[in-house]
T-cell receptor, first 111, second 124 residues
């Protein structure tokens, strides 16, 4: 069973602050990692992809990958109320043909 | 980004009827499409992987005769929920992965899945 774990509960951050999300994965063969944002009642929307160790920045989002420790993180800088959503971490498995999703972390940005 | 269209967005049907959901990649060719199911406040659960021109690969515990998948072209996959019952009520979401000249699942594709808007199925 390929697992992606997102263990922390709902995260409340004040507007303008940094939101930090973490994720671990079990399959050392995973090569591609993603963060999706899902608003209530909607389907997931890709916000970040990362494939090699280190940081990747895109606008207010930074993804960090550490394959040795098997974790992926997402930082949201200057958090906005529109960032309030559930963030899903995903990693490929089965020869990188499938995605395993974590349970998600709910982020609430307080104006 | 790539666009995946999913229809219908919402279905309400009586128990025992069959429901067909369509998933189309609008601006790219998708050799592989995926069907997921999501219950309230839970994560996405992969139901099956649909490959163009071949039979779908179902995840453990998913009944292939219950959830019929057809991937007849590089831009269209359909999921038919046969003889739907109230326990089939859920949010069904498709995704598509863009075709690449590289090997399937290789880094050339970057393995990005683009999601449709989802179909909320309510079986009465």
């Amino acid at each position: 069973q390929k697992e992606v774990e997102q263990n922390s509960g709902p995260l409340s951050v004040p507007e303008g602050a940094i939101a930090s999300l973490n994720c671990t994965y079990s399959d050392r063969g995973s090569q591609s990692f993603f963060w999706y944002r899902q608003y209530s009642g909607k389907s997931p929307e890709l916000i970040m992809s990362i494939y090699s160790n280190g940081d990747k920045e895109d606008g207010r989002f930074t993804a960090q990958l550490n394959k040795a420790s098997q974790y992926v993180s997402l930082l949201i800088r200057d958090s906005q109320p529109s960032d309030s959503a559930t963030y899903l971490c995903a990693a490929t498995y089965y020869g990188n043909n499938r995605l395993a999703f974590g349970k998600g972390n709910q982020v609430v940005v307080i104006p | 980004g790539a666009v995946v269209s999913q229809h219908p967005s919402r279905v309400i049907c009586k128990s025992g009827t069959s429901v067909k959901i369509e998933c189309r990649s609008l601006d790219f060719q998708a050799t592989t499409m995926f069907w997921y199911r999501q219950f309230p406040k839970q994560s996405l659960m992969l139901m099956a992987t649909s490959n163009e021109g071949s039979k779908a690969t179902y995840e453990q515990g998913v009944e292939k005769d219950k959830f019929l998948i057809n991937h007849a072209s590089l831009t269209l996959s359909t999921l038919t929920v046969t003889s739907a019952h109230p326990e089939d009520s859920s949010f069904y979401i498709c995704s598509a992965r863009e075709k690449s000249a590289g090997s399937s699942g290789g880094l050339g594709t970057k393995n990005i899945q683009y999601f449709g808007a989802g179909t909320r199925l309510s079986v009465l």
